[in-house]
C-alpha cells in the first residue's frame, strides 16, 4: 500500500530501497499551501497575471511537489521518527492545478556514526508529472529513526 505508514532503523535500511507516493494537485491545495508558507505570489493565484508569465498559466508553488518527497522520508522510508535534515533541490519544469505528480525516493548511501551512535542517510528524489516528466529533483540528508 503507497500510503503505509512505516518505520526502518538505520540498521534495517539498505542501498536501492524505494517508496514513492502519488498525488493530483488541486486549486485547493494551492490555496492551502499559499495560507501555511504565506506565499501569495500571483503566479499561483492570479490566471490574467499567470497568463503574462513564462508559465502561461497558474502553477503550484515548488515547495508543493519537495513536500510530497517529505511525507515519504516522514511517514514511509525511514519513516515515523525520521529528522529532515538537509535538501538540495531542483524544479525542473512547472506544476499545474490538475497535474498528478509522483515522488520517488531511493536510498543512496547510509553511513553509521559510530561516536554519537546513529546514522545518516542521503536519499535520492524526484517527482514526476502524469506525462512522466521530472518536475523536481534532489537529495535529501536525514536521519532515521532509532
Known amino acids: 500500500m503507497e500510503n503505509e505508514t512505516k518505520r526502518y532503523t538505520g540498521a ?3 542501498v536501492g530501497m524505494t517508496a514513492e507516493r502519488t498525488k493530483t ?3 485547493r491545495d494551492i490555496e492551502l499551501f499559499g495560507e501555511v508558507s504565506t506565499d501569495t505570489n500571483p503566479m499561483h ?3 490574467a497575471y499567470a497568463a503574462t508569465t ?4 497558474c502553477i503550484a508553488p515548488g515547495g508543493i511537489s519537495r513536500s510530497l518527497c517529505g511525507s515519504i522520508l516522514g511517514m514511509q522510508l525511514p519513516g515515523l521518527g525520521t529528522v529532515h535534515m538537509g535538501q538540495e533541490v531542483t524544479f525542473k519544469k512547472p506544476v499545474y492545478p490538475g497535474d498528478t505528480i509522483t515522488a520517488h525516493c531511493e536510498i543512496a548511501e547510509i553511513a553509521y556514526k ?8 542521503k536519499v535520492k528524489q524526484y517527482v514526476t508529472n502524469q506525462n512522466g516528466e521530472v518536475v523536481t529533483e534532489g537529495v535529501a ?3 532515521p529513526p532509532k
Open 141 to 143: 540528508t536525514v536521519m
Open 12 to 14: 534495517e535500511l539498505k
Open 25 to 27: 494537485i488541486t486549486k
Open 54 to 57: 513564462q508559465c502561461g498559466r
Open 114 to 121: 559510530e561516536k554519537k551512535d546513529f546514522y545518516i542517510v
Open 45 to 47: 493565484f492570479d490566471e
